[in-house]
């Protein structure tokens, strides 16, 4: 028993401190996210591994021969993790993790808005998705060599069996502003997709922007394969409808001669740092992503 109402007062507070060491921590994004900041991009898969583990995420990794990248290397390598029945189709939520490799000054982007911060919001689906229960297998799969003509996404189709996967979705660029922006293949089968991304976005009030033709990434070789896909980013909502100007409306666009939307000046040179990355939008993609897979675990065959 204690009898000094100070020493009851400490003890007090310990067991509140205590308590609190004892909850489970919740990760920072914005601290996670600086840990992709490598010299190379096998550092930056260590660091993505590293992520993986202290979140308790099992994964697996599949190595396939290259080219020789930029900075000189032959093989790339995919990241996975699957929840869900082995049994079945497949629904693979895809963001490349690599960044830029520029072969003049021997370094690398820190790739945090492309594509760290996709990456980081697969992370945080995978973590909200953990434990619960699943119609189809659900499989992460962050990409290497995205940057290197799409050599990681292709070795993974490669390795899949004809009609396995029921549908792709793809982050890509999700670093900062309010909108979200994403292009569709364009097929029927990709109009359901299209429709499950847009009821989404009406059910969040996200404002979203379906772009006709849409910035390439992994989803080209998706779109290769005749399999389902949506690519989604984020932008400032007045950024994001210059970007579709510029890609979708070319010389009649109204956009003043040579001028280019700022993410287009980030990205891909050393501008693409983690001061660029705001937290808010990383989180407004795990939300949407997150319910977009919920609905197609449900509606899918
Ligand atoms: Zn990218």
Redesign the pocket.
Known sequence: MLRHPLAAACLLLLAACSARAAAPVAPDPLRDLARLRQVSNPARLEALQALLRERGLPFELQTFPSPATPLGRTTGTNVMLTFGPAEGREIVLSA?YDAVEWKQSGTLSQGMV??GS?TMILLDVATALRGRPLRHRIRFLWTDQ??FGLKGIEAFLASRKPGEIAAVVNV??AGYGEAAVYGVGKTAADAQLHQTVATVCAAQRLECLEFPAFPA?DDRAVQRAAIPVVSIGFLPRIEAHQLWLLFNAKEGSGLADGWVPPVLKI?HTPEDTLDKVDPRTLGRGTGLVLETVRRLDAELG
């Open positions: 490349h492309d594509n996709g995205e940057e890509d660029t990434g990205i």
